[in-house]
């Protein structure tokens, strides 16, 4: 198995703000935040602040400055965000932090896990093997991909509090032995070239400064032939970057879940060739255009809501504008009250943002949380030319 050397000096910092990621209830993690209320504040104050210049006016249109900014601090921001939205992400949409094709006759769960199991049937995944989860969150697609292909997964996580949630969930479930969890920043893997099978990645590569640098990263540590398969956010050819409309629907999608800059479809498949990679294939899966869309729902639907009767939409309904609009009175309260930290109605008021741009952006379909892409390394020996396979 892969093991990750430690230099001296390092150690894994405090989890910040006060967290415990074993308590299994939102409101007792909200009330665990609360016994170090400033840590929370200064948290989410450090954020917001990367974010006010450019929200409206000539900035907006202007805003290259201000995005080199973020780029600049872009592993700050991401751990930042994570320490603020995890427990809310986990609490609305589940352990996978990702969208998915919605199939009429599957539940969102069903949904869920048969985007996470495509990217392992496409990478061949087995028993034996070990894949690297770029960014893996609290755990959920490792856990989901491992017990189906038996493949020990490596997560990488740069941000404390979720790669204890992954530890602690690994255990929970009975899947530590093929589940292990590395803290260490993606585009400085603690990981040595040449040393995994496979590598996928679900909606995370999009917080890098720049794609180049983690998908470089990746063909690092990739063997010689091994693949990596990937869910990409991108803006589509139907995005216009001079239409204040459409850019400020971009720049608060973007802001709602801490993404430095989208790249456009084609900036994203030229990263790969620059690093190496061969394109094996690439599809948008929300594409109009793409297969089986008349056998699927908006991938967005889960956010816009749905006024059928169905039990799965009714299990679903935190994420819906009117769950959304309940939980964000209700940490509203909780906060005035004191029995959640300063700062979470700020929280839940960035997540709405996301949300309600996220449908703006699918609905325009300027916007793709699923540039479906299969890139390969080349063996040994080989020229590292680029094929689009689309």
Same mark, same amino acid.
């Given at each position: 198995m892969t093991r990750v050397k430690k230099t001296a000096g390092d150690s894994e910092p405090e989890i910040t703000p006060v967290?415990? =990621?074993? +308590? @299994? @209830?939102?409101?007792l993690r909200l009330r665990k935040r609360n016994?170090?209320? +400033?840590?929370?504040?200064?948290?989410?104050?450090?954020?917001?602040?990367?974010?006010?210049?450019?929200?409206?006016?000539?900035?907006?249109?202007? !805003?290259?400055?201000?995005?080199?900014?973020?780029? /600049?601090?872009?592993?700050?921001?991401? !751990?930042?965000?994570?320490?603020?939205? $995890?427990?809310?992400?986990?609490y609305g949409w589940g352990y996978s932090f990702h969208f998915a094709r919605m199939f009429k006759d599957q539940s969102f769960a069903q949904s869920i896990a048969q985007h996470e199991l495509y990217l392992a049937l496409k990478l061949g995944l087995k028993k034996g093997m070990e894949c690297l989860d770029v960014g893996c969150g609290v755990g959920g697609p490792m856990r989901e991909i491992a017990r189906f292909s038996e493949a020990f997964i490596i997560g990488l996580n740069n941000n404390q509090y979720q790669v204890e949630r992954c530890r602690h969930l690994a255990e929970e479930k009975g899947l530590a032995e093929l589940c292990s969890t590395v803290k260490g920043d993606f585009t400085k893997m603690p990981l040595p070239? !040449?040393?995994?099978?496979?590598?996928?990645?679900?909606?995370? $590569?999009?917080?890098? =400064?720049?794609?180049?640098?983690?998908? /470089?990263?990746?063909?690092?540590?990739?063997? =010689? /032939?091994? @693949?990596?398969?990937c869910y990409e956010w991108c803006t589509t050819d139907r995005y216009d970057e001079s239409d204040p409309v459409q850019k400020k629907i971009i720049r608060d999608l973007e802001e709602g879940n801490s993404i430095s800059k989208l790249y456009t479809v084609d900036q994203c498949l030229q990263a790969l060739k620059t690093v190496g990679f061969e394109i094996v294939e690439w599809e948008d899966l929300a594409s109009p255009d793409s297969g089986l869309q008349k056998a699927q729902d908006p991938w967005y639907l889960p956010l816009k809501g749905s006024y059928s009767l169905k039990l799965d939409n009714l299990n679903r309904w935190r994420m819906t504008p009117m769950g959304r609009w309940f939980t964000d009175r209700m940490v509203s309260g909780l906060e005035t009250v004191r029995l959640a930290p300063s700062g979470t109605r700020k929280v839940s008021s960035l997540l709405n943002l996301a949300a309600d741009n996220l449908v703006k952006g /699918?609905?325009?379909?300027?916007?793709? =949380?699923?540039?479906?892409? +299969?890139?390969?390394?080349p063996a040994k020996g080989t020229k590292g030319t680029a094929s689009v396979g689309h």
């Open positions: 967290q415990d =990621p074993e +308590l @299994s @209830s939102f409101f016994t170090d209320d +400033l840590a929370h504040k200064q948290t989410v104050d450090s954020f917001f602040q990367y974010w006010e210049r450019d929200r409206d006016g000539e900035v907006l249109m202007k !805003n290259d400055e201000v995005v080199e900014v973020r780029r /600049g601090k872009a592993a700050k921001l991401t !751990n930042h965000f994570y320490d603020m939205v $995890t427990d809310f992400y986990e070239a !040449n040393s995994v099978d496979a590598a996928y990645a679900l909606e995370a $590569t999009c917080h890098a =400064p720049r794609l180049e640098q983690v998908y /470089g990263e990746i063909f690092r540590v990739l063997r =010689p /032939g091994s @693949s990596f398969a /699918g609905e325009m379909h300027i916007f793709t =949380p699923m540039l479906f892409f +299969l890139a390969r390394k």
